[in-house]
């Protein structure tokens, strides 16, 4: 209901949306399944959670850590998750409308250029976006995330301009707010995790609680939006962004700072950006895990990436045309982002009875079936489109759920804490480029290529991930016999 409200057709109010969600076809539902698919997909979602709190109340047995350590841990994943959430939220809003915004402004003003302005962000964050992690752990991840907070407010006060050079300022600052985003936060937070001595395990419990809260959180994101939109045009849903970030910002000045290992050499004069990065280079040229982890990362998002530039045209394909998908367009995306908060909880719950290695195997293996039945579907008649597409999707999504904690814990388990924001935005700079190539994808092959192509990056991402499974399965088991 609320992604129906937020993700209304251009010009329906909230009020008119409400009553449409509420009131939809007949024919609709029993034919496109949106209502009935979203309702199983949030009965499921709370299913799940209620399964992993039954398990989390078993964390630590007698012994293993006191009821303090635990009350202590809560209270710091409630602190790190509510920043996140409010961080994630404005971001989502501001992904909402900005395509509708710039559209808008072009109207009146030629020299603007969409596909220009969208080129140049990700063509930042692969760029400066990299230069930023030597100068996170340098400088300190706190210090990080409020320079992101800055950025911010100054990116959404510059998309008020109908300029192009102000609006390729802010996509060029979205570059590195971006870096700052997906590096800075979580590395402060493994970082401080550490630091309270608390058990390594659990740290993927809060990797798979950021997974379900971005979900959830996206969903209602559409609704801010759209209500936002009502009252203040299509600028409302960034206006809103900057006060939810000035709130993140404010709930991040009671974090305690920490920083890497480029923090004491600058102190000694000893490193500056280049040597951050050549440090962090050489450290995954000398690790096969942390070439392995750079490489599956950047296949699978990369891939993902491909994706969300193309699920919406293959849905309209499969429904008839543009018009057919537009009434259910924001159901169909409220089930989606119900199914990855479902894929976090399945990883929580593998994670109590599976190295996070193998899981990664698992994970990489149903995203590329669910991408091959799609291209099959592209090509060939596979029964009824839509039903068999959108369940693609949906499983495909779940998969990227369970990926988001599953490849931030194996960041936790193997870059150095010394250097998580550097290495981290390392690995970024071959992703950021495989989404700029994606985004031309569509203009040279048919559909059914594009699809199959994202189902061969991720049978590659099985086989990187099936080596470090296997690689680190016999370490343990080297490690077990010594003990033994």
Request: with cysteine.
């Amino acid at each position: 209901l609320l992604a129906s409200v937020g993700y209304a057709p251009r010009g329906v109010n909230a009020r008119s949306a409400v009553g449409y969600a509420l009131f939809l076809d007949a024919r609709e539902i029993m034919g496109y399944l949106p209502l009935p698919s979203l309702s199983g997909t949030a009965m499921l979602t709370a299913a799940l959670r209620a399964a992993t709190k039954g398990i989390a109340g078993g964390w630590a047995g007698a012994g293993e850590a006191a009821e303090a350590q635990r009350r202590e841990f809560s209270a710091f994943q409630r602190q790190y998750l509510l920043v996140y959430v409010l961080v994630m939220l404005a971001d989502w809003l501001q992904g909402t409308h900005m395509y509708t915004l710039y559209s808008s402004y072009s109207t009146s003003n030629e020299s603007i250029s969409v596909g220009t302005l969208f080129f140049t962000g990700f063509l930042a964050a692969g760029v400066l976006g990299t230069f930023t992690g030597p100068l996170v752990d340098k400088y300190g991840r706190k210090r990080a995330c409020l320079v992101y907070v800055l950025l911010e407010v100054v990116i959404n006060l510059l998309e008020h301009l109908n300029h192009m050079s102000a609006l390729m300022v802010g996509r060029v600052l979205g570059g590195v707010s971006t870096s700052l985003l997906f590096s800075a936060f979580e590395a402060w937070m493994v970082t401080e995790h550490r630091r309270r001595r608390f058990p390594e395990e659990w740290i993927s419990s809060t990797f798979g609680l950021c997974a379900v809260c971005n979900g959830a959180t996206a969903v209602v994101a559409g609704f801010m939006a759209q209500v936002a939109a009502d009252w203040f045009g299509d600028i409302g849903p960034f206006e809103l962004a900057i006060c939810l970030t000035a709130a993140a910002g404010a709930g991040m000045l009671t974090w305690r700072e920490n920083f890497g290992a480029a923090n004491t050499a600058a102190r000694a004069g000893e490193s500056d950006t280049a040597q951050g990065l050549g440090s962090a280079w050489r450290a995954v040229r000398a690790s096969e895990s942390l070439s392995v982890l750079g490489s599956v990362y950047a296949l699978f998002e990369g891939a993902m990436y491909i994706f969300v530039f193309n699920w919406v045209p293959s849905v309209a394909r499969a429904l008839g045309g543009f018009g057919a998908l537009a009434p259910v367009q924001g159901l169909l995306f409220a089930c989606l982002m119900a199914a990855i908060a479902i894929g976090g909880e399945l990883y929580s719950l593998a994670a109590r009875a599976w190295r996070v290695e193998a899981i990664g195997v698992g994970v990489f293996a149903a995203a590329a079936a669910c991408m091959a039945v799609t291209a099959y579907c592209e090509a060939m008649p596979c029964g009824s489109p839509f039903a068999v597409r959108f369940a693609a999707f949906l499983g495909f999504e779940v998969a990227v759920g369970a990926f988001q904690p599953c490849i931030a814990t194996h960041r936790s388990k193997y870059v150095p804490d010394a250097m998580q924001s550097t290495v981290n935005n390392l690995f970024r700079l071959p992703l950021n480029l495989l989404v700029a190539l994606g985004t031309m994808l569509s203009d040279w092959f048919p559909p059914e290529v594009v699809f199959g192509i994202c189902a061969c990056a991720h049978l590659l991402a099985v086989l990187c991930q099936s080596r470090l499974a296997l690689r680190t399965r016999g370490v343990a088991g080297a490690v077990k016999a010594r003990t033994d």
